[in-house]
């Protein structure tokens, strides 16, 4: 549940940051262009503005849907653990290695669980709950990946609209 608070505190303030550059951006793009320009400006720009507000977005209500399963995903792994020995050394060392990385980031701390969802294999089957939950952690960095490239893609486009709006 640490990694979910992080994730979610890390996808909210790079949704407010991504709707800040990608919602100015796409403004400054529609006032600096005309014509026909501004036709594919709003149909590229807002193509990639919408990926990258939807990536966060999308990061958010994943790591809500753990938070809210939180007393199945318990049951869940409490029933992995009793039936597998392999099993529980593997939940018990992804356990300790994230507390004893706490001061790492959040993308560091889902490879943990991406290694985790990668042994447990066919036996995520009867675990919807749980194979929700290491989807929504496991996909995080991917999410936030996109989230930031395309910020860094409107943030330098809307340079480049500034000065053609100032000359």
């Keep these: 549940m640490t990694l979910v608070r992080r994730g979610l505190a ?7 940051v991504t709707l800040l550059i990608c919602g100015g951006g796409f403004l400054l793009g529609y006032a600096a262009l005309s014509d026909g320009i501004q036709t594919v400006w709003i149909m590229i720009g807002g193509f990639f503005a919408v990926l990258g507000i939807g990536a966060s977005a999308l990061a958010i209500v994943r790591l809500l849907s753990v938070r809210t399963r939180e007393e199945q995903l318990v049951d869940e792994i409490t029933a992995l653990i009793a039936n597998d020995p392999q099993t529980e050394r593997t939940v018990i060392e992804t356990i300790e290695v994230n507390d004893a990385s706490q001061d790492q ?3 560091v701390m889902s490879r943990e669980f991406s290694t985790m969802q990668q042994s447990f294999g066919g036996q995520l089957d009867n675990s919807p709950a749980l194979r929700t939950s290491l ?3 496991t996909s995080l960095p991917f999410l936030v990946f996109i989230t930031m490239f395309v910020s860094m893609f409107f943030a330098g486009l809307s ?6 709006l100032l000359l």
């Design 159 to 164: 340079a480049i609209f500034a000065l053609a």
């Design 10 to 16: 890390l996808a909210g303030g790079l949704l407010m």
């Design 135 to 137: 989807s929504a952690v």
């Design 105 to 107: 980031g959040v993308v």
